[in-house]
């Protein structure tokens, strides 16, 4: 039996180690279970919110797999509890799926009504919105929707955003292309509205840094199947048809949310160009081929226990979630006030196997972070790219800047 002053004593060691790589955290719990339980252990319980993702893709390997960002929340709840049972506490998920257009609030309204006040949440904007309305007494964590619209004007002050905004992903990407002085940009946009948004962001992010787009086309959507027996046939005329007589240009830029062209485009465009953005190089938060900071560590974690790779939106959750489970471990509380309070401090920060601590942006709550540019084979370089200066964080030359918000937060 430990004494309370022994035990006062381990709870503070484990705030320090909350931050150290699992296998630190491991190492360690070892003293916990000599410490009997207590009884008044805090239990955390996180909801989940995630849409069904039933769209169609280009290649077999793009399907999303059914267990998709829950995935991320559950491994994400190994690390808490092995740092929660030093501090008397245990995290736990309800999970919970909404059809296309299927209303969330009554599965919210149920999840509240078992007590849980966190919530990680990958929803539509619309329906982010209306969660973060109806639970005003909860915390909701975006780490799916890329919208710009939620971190501006209309932010909300319980919504935390895990999730990198289009405009850090564009920007990611363009710092890359004018370091590598392809100044000259084709943008082929989708015809659905997120393409179009997509779309907007590389158009800004091109008068941001100095790039010029030399054309913008768009590329209608007509449905039909993808990966018909024809399709490569159809395909390989099509494309260079659709990318002829552009003036002259370094780079194609995809803005192809919906996945329904420009995985087509690489190898076959008329003109010998890289393409970029929605395929080539992608801009992302996260990759199955990203090792390096030690990702590895965490791909290898979560191959063992999903058996596939990790992907943005399991990244994206499983960050949220340690959020929550380090917030929690320094703020003593799941009260959502004062785990959010936490999140806004100086003293708050995450880690992501990224190069650098990840913080919290006061003026719209978004998550600072890296941008991955890959090729789906290995990341080819991390945004912000060397040069790239800012008087507070190189991570905010990336989306949009405090002078430049319209969000107001209390």
Not at 271 to 288: F, N
Not at 328 to 350: I, N, Q, W
Not at 363 to 377: C, H
């Amino acid at each position: 039996m430990l004494s309370a002053s022994l035990r006062a004593g381990l709870r503070r060691l484990a705030q320090s180690l909350a931050r150290l790589p699992r296998a630190a955290q491991c190492a360690v719990a070892l003293i916990a279970l000599a410490s009997p339980a207590a009884a008044d252990t805090l239990a955390v319980k996180i909801g989940v919110l995630r849409q069904i993702h039933n769209r169609e893709t280009i290649s077999i390997l793009d399907i999303p797999p059914p267990d998709e960002f829950v995935a991320g929340v559950k491994m994400a709840l190994e690390d808490d509890n092995t740092t929660g049972r030093f501090l008397d506490q245990s995290f736990s998920m309800i999970d919970a799926k909404v059809g296309a257009n299927e209303d969330p609030l009554p599965k919210l309204d149920k999840m509240t009504a078992e007590g849980v006040k966190l919530f990680v949440v990958d929803l539509p904007a619309a329906q982010l919105l209306a969660v973060a309305d109806h639970a005003k007494g909860a915390l909701i964590f975006n780490a799916g929707a890329p919208d710009e619209r939620v971190r501006e004007q209309d932010c909300r002050a319980n919504v935390i955003h895990t999730a990198p905004s289009r405009a850090m992903l564009a920007d990611g990407l363009a710092e890359y292309l004018m370091w590598k002085r392809w100044r000259r940009w084709f943008l082929v946009v989708g015809s659905h509205p997120d393409d179009k948004a997509l779309g907007e962001a590389y158009t800004r992010a091109a008068r941001k840094f100095g790039a010029k787009i030399v054309e913008t086309r768009t590329y209608v959507d007509n449905g039909g199947g993808r990966r018909s027996d024809s399709g490569v046939v159809q395909v390989q005329s099509q494309m260079p048809a659709f990318t002829q007589n552009a003036p002259d240009y370094d780079v194609l830029v995809a803005a192809d949310e919906n996945n329904v062209f420009a995985g087509y485009l690489p190898y076959r465009t008329w003109d010998a160009r890289p393409v970029v953005g929605s395929a080539g190089l992608v801009p992302t938060s996260w990759d199955p081929s990203h090792e390096l900071w030690g990702g590895i560590q965490l791909q290898n974690r979560f191959y063992r226990a999903f058996k596939r790779g990790m992907t943005a939106l399991d990244n994206q959750a499983w960050v949220a979630a340690r959020m929550i489970g380090d917030s929690v471990a320094h703020a003593k509380t799941d009260d959502p006030e004062k785990v959010r309070a936490y999140m806004r401090s100086p003293a708050f920060d995450v880690a992501d196997f990224k190069g650098t601590r990840l913080t919290l942006r006061p003026w719209n709550q978004q998550l600072r972070q890296p941008i991955l540019l890959t090729d789906g084979r290995s990341t080819v370089s991390v945004s912000p790219q060397e040069g790239y200066l800012h008087q507070v964080s190189v991570l905010d030359t990336l989306g949009l800047d405090q002078p430049e918000t319209k969000c107001k937060l209390p």
